[in-house]
T-cell receptor, first 116, second 113 residues
C-alpha cells in the first residue's frame, strides 16, 4: 500500500508554544489530506480536510485559528497547533487518499503531542 | 454514512482463523465497506474493502452477505501481531464528493498464544 509519513513522531512542549506537525505522502501525490485526533481510549475523530491550493475545511467544533493547516504541495500538509495547552495533548494522525479524493485512505504513523 | 455495529472485543488463539463480524443494516447500495485496524499507538492500517462481492488480499478476506447488511473480516491464520482494534467503516458514495471515514469504537481483537 501507499506510504504516508509524519514528523515528529512525538513532541513535548510547554503550554503556550506552537507545534508544527508534518504529513507527507511518500510515493504518491495527494491533493487532499485529512487530519484526525485521537484521545486515550477513544476512536479517531476527523478534525479537518486539507486541500492543496485552497483553504482547509474544518469539522464542526474545531477551531481553525487554533489548528492551522497548510497544504503546501502535492505531497505535504502541515498542522500547526497554535498556543498549545494541556487539553490539546492528543494523538494526531493524518491520512491521504491514493489517487483522487475517492481513493483508499492511507494513514501516517501518528504524532503524540504532550503539552505540559 | 451508514452506522456500523461491532462487538467491543474478541479473543482468538494464535494460528486459528479470526472472524470479525460487522453489522451495517442501513447501508446504501452505493456504499463500500472498509476495514482498517489500529495497533496500539500507531496510525490505522488499511486492510481491505468491498462493495458487493467477497474480496481477498494478502492480509484478509472480506465476506459480505447478499443483502449487504453485514460483513465478516477473516484473518485466516491469526498471529500475535494481529492484536489490534479493527474498524469496520461504511464509506459514502465515492462519487458524491464525500471521502471521509467515520470511525466507530471497533473491535479489540486479542490474539493469544
Amino acid at each position: 500500500g501507499a506510504v504516508v509519513s509524519q514528523h515528529p513522531s512525538r513532541v513535548i512542549c510547554k503550554s503556550g508554544t506552537s507545534v508544527k506537525i508534518e504529513c507527507r505522502s511518500l510515493d504518491f501525490q495527494a491533493t487532499t489530506m485529512f487530519w484526525y485526533r485521537q484521545f486515550p481510549k477513544q476512536s479517531l475523530m476527523l478534525m479537518a480536510t486539507s486541500n492543496e491550493g485552497s483553504k482547509a475545511t474544518y469539522e464542526q467544533g474545531v477551531e481553525k485559528d487554533k489548528f492551522l493547516i497548510n497544504h503546501a504541495s502535492l505531497t505535504l500538509s502541515t498542522l500547526t497547533v497554535a498556543s498549545a495547552h494541556p487539553e490539546d495533548s492528543s494523538f494526531y494522525i493524518c491520512s491521504a487518499p491514493q489517487g483522487d479524493y475517492r481513493g483508499t485512505q492511507y494513514f501516517g504513523p501518528g504524532t503524540r503531542l504532550l503539552v505540559l | 454514512d451508514a452506522k456500523t455495529t461491532q462487538p467491543p472485543s474478541m479473543d482468538c488463539a494464535e494460528g486459528r482463523a479470526a472472524n470479525l463480524p460487522c453489522n451495517h443494516s442501513t447501508i446504501s447500495g452505493n456504499e463500500y465497506v472498509y476495514w482498517y485496524r489500529q495497533i496500539h499507538s500507531q496510525g490505522p492500517q488499511y486492510i481491505i474493502h468491498g462493495l458487493k462481492n467477497n474480496e481477498t488480499n494478502e492480509m484478509a478476506s472480506l465476506i459480505i452477505t447478499e443483502d449487504r447488511k453485514s460483513s465478516t473480516l477473516i484473518l485466516p491464520h491469526a498471529t500475535l501481531r494481529d492484536t489490534a482494534v479493527y474498524y469496520c467503516i461504511v464509506r459514502a458514495d465515492l462519487n458524491s464528493g464525500y471521502s471521509t471515514l467515520t470511525f466507530g469504537k471497533g473491535t479489540m481483537l486479542l490474539v493469544s498464544p
